[in-house]
């Protein structure tokens, strides 16, 4: 019987690479996004939805995790980055909007998972949850709270291994907008980024299977950092 996996953002950058990761394995892998990828492979199975849209997610969704049987690991994987703004100048409206996507869509869904039979939960977080850059208010407070959330539910689910992953610096639209599009000189995290390893998605995804192979390497509801182990 071919091991299930399920992602969410499985369209573009890291989710899509982790996608054809998982098939190229031979794995059935179920994602989740607004626009379906261009995969022609029987075991991909996709559900078209929005997942800011947080008060349907457990009425649209609910049914589709849970016909998935016995799930090896799920990455909580779709998140956005959010207006590069100095504090000041960013309203709590636009940090909703991130908080919608980064954490309370995942908090949703981590209640759907909490009844199915899981072996491994990945939720992407980042290192800018532990350093806060200029500019960076509403993305680093998300993936902050993404941190507790996992380490929270890691205690009411003592049956699944949960991990939030910072998978380091990846080639995405994103990176690229903070790369190459914002002032460096305001927001001098985008000299930082590019004077550091900036990995491929495809790169990424193997890494992060490297993890999953030494996961029980790991407690249950901490943080790693992939570039550290």
Same mark, same amino acid.
């Given at each position: 019987m071919k091991k299930n996996i399920l992602i969410t953002g499985c369209s573009s950058g890291l989710g899509l690479a982790l996608s054809h990761y998982y098939l190229e394995k031979g794995f059935k892998v179920y994602g989740i996004s607004r626009n379906k990828p261009e995969i022609n492979n029987p075991n991909f199975i996709h559900k078209s939805f929005d997942l800011s849209q947080i008060s349907k997610i457990k009425d649209e969704l609910s049914s589709f995790i849970n016909d998935i049987?016995?799930?090896q690991t799920a990455? *909580?994987?779709?998140?956005?980055?959010?207006? @590069?703004?100095? *504090?000041?100048? *960013?309203?709590?409206?636009?940090m909703q909007e991130v908080y919608n996507l980064n954490v309370y869509a995942n908090k949703e869904l981590l209640d759907i998972l909490k009844h199915t039979k899981i072996k491994n939960i990945l939720a992407i977080s980042s290192g800018a949850s532990k350093t806060g850059y200029k500019g960076w208010g509403s993305y680093s407070l998300s993936k902050a709270a993404i941190n507790m959330l @996992?380490?929270?539910?890691?205690?009411?689910?003592?049956?699944?291994?949960?991990?939030? =992953?910072?998978p380091g610096v990846i080639k995405t639209p994103m990176t690229d907008y903070i790369r190459f599009e914002i002032d460096s000189e305001i927001f001098t995290s985008a000299k930082k980024l590019n004077e550091g390893t900036v990995q491929t998605p495809q790169e990424t995804a193997i890494k992060i299977d490297t993890l999953i192979n030494r996961i029980d390497e790991f407690e249950s509801g901490i943080y790693v950092? =992939?570039?550290k182990i």
């Open positions: 049987s016995q799930i990455f *909580l994987n779709a998140g956005m980055l959010g207006k @590069i703004k100095i *504090l000041e100048e *960013l309203s709590t409206q636009e @996992i380490n929270l539910y890691a205690n009411e689910m003592p049956n699944t291994k949960l991990l939030a =992953v910072a950092d =992939v570039r």
